[in-house]
Structure formats: structure tokens, C-alpha cells
């Protein structure tokens, strides 16, 4: 079975973009490959989260992801600051990483611009400029410039071909697969094979913000969570954007319309959306009505996994168990790879 790698970063709760976007696709994964899916907190510490903010959110994330359905039988679930051999790797790769190419990616420019305060605007040498004034010595980590060779680690330490990475990861990906060619080359070995993103694809559906335009994010505002109880729910879809409604039959929806008809797709019975479309185009469409049912449906969904969000989150000496057991199986793939790198560099293996 080929072996596939995701990193989760733990901010916040888990909404239904996240869950028709990437997680319903893990769970079809976790079937077909051998699949890691970790918590990325160290990643996190490019943003100096405080303890509390890093215990309480990677409990979330396990917890919400568990309700989903994730199921540590099949995927090895774990806690990346559980394996320590990740940062060992990540050691190796950073002494062949270049300061030029890691300074030159897009994410890197943009974090160190908003830790440095310096608007998009700015001109392109700005970064590189600010980040050597005295003042600033020490505003951009090292950390965040050295962000995508743990990433990499994170990948390769398991020696994955798959990672299933939104499109915004795509520069990340490309070095990873550079530091893998580059261990390789560097000591002529065909060792660490190169990992393609696979990108969540056709089959996962982009569920639209219901505030008009675009798609569901948390930074957008717009997003409805698993955890949001039937009240919030509803007074969420309730204030969704809608219109005046269609003059003539058959009309095209406009954008904030289209949304509520594709939510509705999602989460209804074939038979409701087939209602509400003919009514719409028969220009007797009445959007109380439709959001009416929308949230219950959104609510008939979301029931289930917020009970067993609860429960997870009640049960700490399960979510421990599942976070230990990750961890054991993960540092067996991660020490049976970072003994050989040790070897190949010229150190004793373990
Ligand atoms: N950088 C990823 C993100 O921002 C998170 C991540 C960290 C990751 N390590 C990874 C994703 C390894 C896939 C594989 O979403």
C-alpha cells in the first residue's frame, strides 16, 4: 500500500468546508493507503501560541476528527511533536537547505511581511531589507524561514509518494520534493522517493459561504462548524444572503442563490433540492422557507458528529490513548527511516 502523509494545522474548529473539502476525502484514504495524519504543532510555533493554546486546540483537532469518522485501526493518527525523529531529519535537511531559496518562497515573504508590518504593497526587496535592519533582528524566526524543511521531514521521514495538500501548498510541496532530490543526490543514494501532492480533486465539493459570494473559511467569517448547535445554525442560515427572488422562469441564479442551492445539494435529500429548484424556476420560490429547510438538513448533518465531538472531548483518557498509540506506530516508520539516513551520512544507527 503506498504511503501517504497529511499535516493538520490546529487552528480552531473543524466547519463544513473543512469536512466536504478535506476530511470526507480522508476518510476514503484511510481505506486505500497506508495513511498518516498528524497535528502540526510545531508548525504552529511560528505564531507563539500560548501552552494553554496548544493543548486546548490539538484536543479539538483530535477530537473533531475522530467524530468524523478518522479511525485510528486504520490511519496512524499522531501528535508531531510526539515523534522527536522529525526534527533530527529536519537538522540533516536544513545543513543542504539554501537561506536564498527558503527566503525566496511566497509563504516565508508573506509571514515575515506581516511580522515585520510591512503592507503587500511594499516593493519586492522590502522583506529582505527589513529583515536586516538592527531593530528587526530578531522579528522574523528562523523558524518560519525553515518552515518548509520541516514540512518536508514531516513527509519524507515516512518515505510518502501521496500528500493530500490544498493548492496553496503547492510551493511547500516543491521543496519538498527538491530536499528529497537533494539528500539523494548528495550522497549518491536512491533513497527517499519524491512526494506528489494530490490534490483533494473533482470529487471533493467546494461548499460556498452563504454571505453572498466565495467559499466557507473561518477567515472568511461566513463559516458554519460542526460544533454550532442547532440555534447558531439556524441563525446562520437565516441571515444568509438572498435576493428578490427570479421575475422569469428559468432564469439563471445569481452567485448568492447558486450557494444556497449547492449547500443544499450537499446536505439535502435529492427530492428537497428538486423541490425548491422547480419552485425557483417557476418564480415561486420562497427563500424563508428554503433556508428553513437548508438548516435543518445542515442540522440533521451535523447532529451526529457534534455528539460525538462531545464525547470525545469529555473522554480524555481516550483521546491520550489514541495520541499514544499514534505515536508508537509513528516512530516506528520514523526510526526505521532516520536509522538508515544516519547510516548514509555517516553516523551510528541508533
Ligand atoms: N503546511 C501545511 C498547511 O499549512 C501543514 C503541514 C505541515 C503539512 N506539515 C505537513 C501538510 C506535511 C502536509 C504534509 O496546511
Not at 452563504?210 to 439556524?234: F, H, P, V, W
Not at 491520550?320 to 547510516?343: C, F, H, I, P, Y
Request: some cysteine.
Amino acid at each position: 500500500m503506498e504511503t501517504v502523509v497529511s499535516g493538520i494545522r490546529p487552528t480552531g474548529n473543524l466547519h463544513l468546508g473543512n469536512y466536504f473539502g478535506a476530511v470526507k476525502s480522508f476518510l476514503r484514504m484511510q481505506d486505500e493507503y497506508n495513511c498518516f495524519f498528524f497535528i502540526a504543532d510545531w508548525h504552529s510555533l511560528t505564531t507563539h501560541p500560548h501552552p494553554d493554546n496548544i493543548r486546548n486546540s490539538v484536543k479539538t483537532i483530535l477530537s473533531e476528527y475522530l467524530a468524523c469518522g478518522i479511525d485510528p485501526e486504520k490511519a496512524t493518527i499522531y501528535i508531531q511533536s510526539d515523534v522527536p525523529e522529525v526534527v533530527e531529519l529536519y537538522l540533516y535537511l536544513n545543513m543542504n537547505a539554501g537561506i536564498g531559496e527558503l527566503m525566496r518562497t511566497a509563504s516565508f515573504k508573506d509571514k515575515a511581511r506581516q511580522q515585520l508590518h510591512i503592507s503587500r504593497e511594499g516593493c519586492e526587496g522590502d522583506v529582505e531589507k527589513e529583515i536586516f535592519n538592527e531593530g528587526n533582528k530578531h522579528s522574523v524566526s528562523a523558524g518560519l524561514l525553515t518552515y518548509p524543511t520541516l514540512m518536508a521531514a514531516d513527509i519524507i521521514i515516512h518515505k510518502a509518494l501521496k500528500v493530500p495538500v490544498g493548492k496553496d501548498q503547492e510551493q511547500n510541496m516543491e521543496m519538498a520534493r527538491r530536499f528529497a532530490r537533494r539528500f539523494n543526490s548528495t550522497y549518491g543514494v536512491d533513497f527517499f522517493p519524491e512526494p506528489a501532492s494530490f490534490h483533494l480533486g473533482n470529487k471533493s465539493v467546494k461548499v460556498p459561504g452563504l454571505d453572498g459570494s466565495g467559499k466557507m473559511g473561518k477567515s472568511e467569517g461566513n463559516a458554519i462548524y460542526l460544533i454550532d448547535d442547532e440555534k447558531t445554525i439556524k441563525k446562520k442560515v437565516m441571515k444568509a444572503v438572498s435576493d428578490a427572488g427570479p421575475t422569469e422562469p428559468n432564469s439563471v441564479k445569481p452567485e448568492p442563490i447558486a450557494n444556497l442551492f449547492t449547500m443544499m445539494e450537499i446536505v439535502s435529500e435529492k427530492e428537497t433540492y428538486d423541490f425548491f429548484n422547480e419552485k425557483y424556476n417557476n418564480c415561486e420560490i420562497r427563500y424563508g422557507d428554503m433556508k428553513k429547510q437548508l438548516a435543518e438538513d445542515i442540522n440533521k448533518f451535523c447532529a451526529p458528529i457534534r455528539e460525538r465531538i462531545l464525547d470525545m472531548a469529555a473522554n480524555t483518557e481516550y483521546l491520550d490513548k489514541v495520541a499514544r498509540m499514534g505515536a508508537e506506530k509513528a516512530r516506528e516508520s520514523a526510526s526505521k527511516t532516520l536509522n538508515e539516513v544516519r547510516q548514509i551520512i555517516g553516523f551510528r544507527p541508533y
